[in-house]
């Protein structure tokens, strides 16, 4: 082409589309290559750009091609209200991608960019020579290790914006992990006090622990390259916290179960460590303990058998410590690392439960395996007058245990009974408001030792979360106990109880004030009991005692009633006057046929009885919302004096 003539400006649709399937010496290349060369910068320059790229430059690239392609995505700023993430580098990729970039080029170019554009061009679209190249710069801006600070997570590093990038190439992940902030060790300065510092060093704990808990969200296709690399340095166990802990939902269920079998080996090095102390506490010396224990602690690494030493040496500190190590261990794995592992209904997202890679029957045998370790940590419980049970965290691994162990034995039954006895005591007295405010552990803490009573109050049945919603003896629960209980756990309790005629009216009356239809029909539980009118007539015949509330409640019992196959006019006479009348028919009738056949026989064709009846004393609410129908049409057609609410 000449280039003193005039610069071909042609439509940029039009000019793409020829390009597609162009060779790079034909006049349509050569008029969409001279365009974009005069064309100022621009989102029609940049696909402009790509189409040339991708298509008659594919192969070979000239130089001028290329660096317009990367000025035209570095010159692009990011919004102001989200600087972190700014626009795509895609043009940029596919340009220092390209076979024709000389390693120079590649190399100047990315010094030229900001971490966050780092970020972009290191994700998996990226050939490997580039994730290689965007690797090493990233390196060369921040080639040490900084000690983690508060901060750090307002203004991260370059390797910290890079990592808040997803689906990064594995090049570009490691090196970014690598020069990650490490775990904090701040010195104390020379006027402070030790609590200010030990204040500054928790937070910097913290703030590590968040800046890792965003790496491990943001990256789970590289899970398991994370596990192996941080394996090597300080990073290893917190990593492996927040994959069992935090996000256990999203990890591969082979790495989920190496990485849970490997925090439940560590179970046992607790157990002996408590019953090492204790022996240490209860008179021995250091020498008979290991004696005792030679052929448990051949099989411990270096490093336990220091530790337990450490603690065996130790009678002011270490010693106490050791001897709750079992008890400290399983209740803290309960309330984190294994939290949600036990309970996988507790991980939401936006009030829904957490979709799991992992499937039902993984997730159960890890919770038994859990059980398992907990009931030998169990055997070892012991009360401590001077600081007995007062928190949730002390109490969620023994509800844990009862749910997930596959027999409960009357040995683990009485250990829990004793932990209960001992909870009581700490709570009692406890408030929510205390005296230096808020106290939010002593409800939570309360809860759970009403679900441990009643899980012990009765024989449980199959492990799972049914167990976690036991209610108790037959004899001790209530009504509203089940009205509040899920479809299959009162299904489930009705079938551990059978014959138990009180239970079953108590359930039937629980239709009453629940808010919503059950998967369980009125009809299904009815059908439990030994007499079912009787009990029907005697239910409603004795409502205001048996079941009290307000309008409802007695709509809704009357609405169970008059839908059940065949309803006799004695129980409907039964029903408080107000409701029966107001209930509705089948398919929006205005009111019910059955109702109303009752009302036509009793009062017939005199009008004087209808008169009176029209001015009964039968209302909505109050005491003569109970008045029974029966008793009202009795009153009316005979027209003896109104009858009294009844009291039972």
């Not at 607790?270 to 102390?277: D, E, G, H, K, Q």
């Not at 059955?594 to 009846?613: C, I, K, M, P």
Request: aromatic share 6%; net charge negative; charged share 25%.
């Amino acid at each position: 082409m000449d280039s003193g003539g005039a610069t071909p400006s042609l439509p940029l649709n039009f000019l793409c589309a020829l390009t597609a399937d162009s060779d790079v010496d034909d006049p349509p290349s050569r008029m969409a290559a001279a365009q974009a060369q005069s064309m100022e910068d621009g989102r029609e320059r940049r696909e402009l750009l790509e189409a040339l790229l991708r298509g008659p430059y594919r192969d070979s690239a000239p130089s001028w091609l290329l660096e317009a392609a990367v000025d035209s995505d570095l010159a692009r700023k990011p919004p102001q209200s989200d600087p972190l993430y700014g626009p795509s580098m895609d043009l940029a990729l596919l340009a220092l991608s390209h076979r024709s970039c000389t390693p120079q080029m590649r190399r100047e170019s990315l010094r030229r960019c900001t971490a966050v554009q780092l970020g972009r061009l290191g994700s998996t679209q990226a050939s490997d020579v580039l994730a290689d190249a965007v690797a090493e710069a990233l390196r060369e801006r921040g080639p040490r290790q900084q000690s983690m600070t508060v901060d750090l997570l307002d203004t991260p590093t370059d390797a910290q914006l890079v990592l808040r990038h997803h689906r990064l190439h594995s090049t570009v992940m490691t090196a970014a992990a690598e020069l990650l902030p490490s775990y904090p060790f701040l010195d104390q300065k020379g006027d402070e006090d030790t609590s200010t510092w030990l204040n500054r060093q928790k937070a910097a704990e913290r703030a590590w622990r968040a800046m890792w808990k965003q790496v491990v969200t943001a990256h789970p296709e590289h899970h398991r390259l994370l596990v192996d690399w941080s394996d090597n340095n300080d990073a290893g166990h917190i990593v492996r916290e927040h994959l069992l802990g935090s996000i256990p939902w999203d990890v591969e269920p082979e790495l989920l179960e190496e990485i849970a079998q490997d925090d439940l080996a560590s179970f046992p090095y607790s157990v002996l460590t408590t019953r090492m102390c204790r022996m240490r506490r209860d008179g021995a010396t250091e020498q008979e303990v290991r004696a005792h224990f030679a052929s448990d602690l051949s099989e411990l690494t270096p490093q336990q058998r220091k530790r337990i030493d450490q603690l065996l040496s130790d009678d002011k500190y270490g010693l106490r410590y050791g001897c709750g190590a079992a008890i400290s261990r399983i209740a803290w794995a309960a309330d984190g690392t294994w939290r949600y592992l036990l309970n996988p209904d507790q991980a939401q997202h936006y009030g829904r439960p957490h979709p799991w890679r992992a499937a039902e029957d993984q997730l159960a045998a890890l919770a038994r395996q859990f059980a398992e370790h907990a009931a030998a940590a169990l055997e070892l419980w012991e009360p401590d007058p001077k600081a007995p049970i007062h928190s949730a965290e002390d109490l969620r691994w023994v509800r844990d245990l009862l749910q997930h162990l596959p027999v409960v034995t009357a040995d683990v039954k009485e250990k829990v009974r004793l932990i209960c006895r001992d909870a009581k005591r700490g709570l009692a007295g406890r408030r929510e408001y205390g005296r230096y405010g808020l106290d939010s552990d002593v409800q939570p803490a309360r809860e759970l030792l009403d679900s441990i009573e009643r899980m012990i109050a009765e024989p449980l049945p199959d492990p799972g979360p049914v167990r976690t919603a036991s209610l108790g003896a037959p004899h001790q629960v209530t009504v509203r106990d089940l009205a509040g209980a899920r479809d299959a756990v009162l299904d489930d309790y009705l079938r551990r109880h059978p014959g138990d005629d009180t239970l079953v009216e108590k359930a039937l009356l629980s239709f009453a004030s629940r808010a919503y239809h059950r998967g369980v029909s009125f009809t299904d539980v009815l059908e439990r009991h030994s007499d079912p009118q009787r009990a029907l007539l005697d239910l409603t015949q004795s409502l205001r005692q048996r079941l009290g509330g307000g309008p409802n409640f007695r709509e809704a019992w009357a609405h169970a009633v008059l839908s059940l196959p065949a309803t006799g006019p004695e129980l409907i006479r039964a029903l408080p006057a107000w409701t029966a009348l107001k209930a509705r028919g089948p398919r929006g009738q205005a009111a019910h046929p059955a109702v109303t056949s009752v009302v036509r026989t009793t009062l017939g064709d005199h009008n004087e009885a209808w008169q009176r009846f029209a001015v009964s004393p039968a209302s909505y609410s109050g005491p003569t919302a109970w008045l029974r129908l029966g008793d009202i049409l009795d009153a009316a057609a005979n027209g003896t004096p109104w009858p009294k609410p009844p009291h039972r």
